[in-house]
């Protein structure tokens, strides 16, 4: 199976940016297209991933959200207990 032809994208590059392409096109042989190409497979799923995480803020106000969760879940419990059911979750009984 051929895959598809790559499509021609245009890019603005800041000098230094340029720069650095090209030499990195020249200690690998490669060309820009390939490098620019391989640097965006590796990075946009983290740029997309870190873009679209909650932030700080938020994570703490869903935690706070869920305090007292367990209290209303299953009554008040002994340390013991809680140890108990920790250990019965992770499987160590």
């Given at each position: 199976?051929k895959s598809?032809?790559?499509?021609p994208?245009?890019?603005?590059?800041?000098?230094?940016?340029?720069?650095?392409?090209?030499?990195a096109?020249?200690?690998?042989?490669?060309?820009r297209?390939?490098?620019?190409?391989?640097?965006?497979?590796?990075?946009?799923?983290?740029?997309?991933?870190?873009?679209?995480?909650?932030?700080?803020?938020?994570?703490?106000?869903?935690?706070?959200?869920?305090?007292?969760?367990?209290?209303?879940?299953?009554?008040?419990?002994?340390?013991?207990?809680i140890?108990?059911?920790?250990?019965?979750f992770?499987?160590?009984?």
């Amino acid at each position: 199976m051929k895959s598809a032809s790559p499509a021609p994208t245009s890019v603005r590059l800041t000098d230094e940016t340029r720069k650095i392409l090209d030499e990195a096109a020249r200690r690998t042989r490669r060309s820009r297209s390939y490098l620019v190409e391989e640097t965006l497979k590796q990075f946009l799923p983290r740029i997309v991933q870190k873009e679209t995480q909650p932030s700080p803020q938020e994570r703490i106000r869903r935690l706070k959200e869920l305090e007292g969760i367990g209290h209303r879940l299953v009554g008040p419990q002994s340390i013991e207990e809680i140890d108990a059911r920790i250990r019965e979750f992770r499987g160590d009984e």
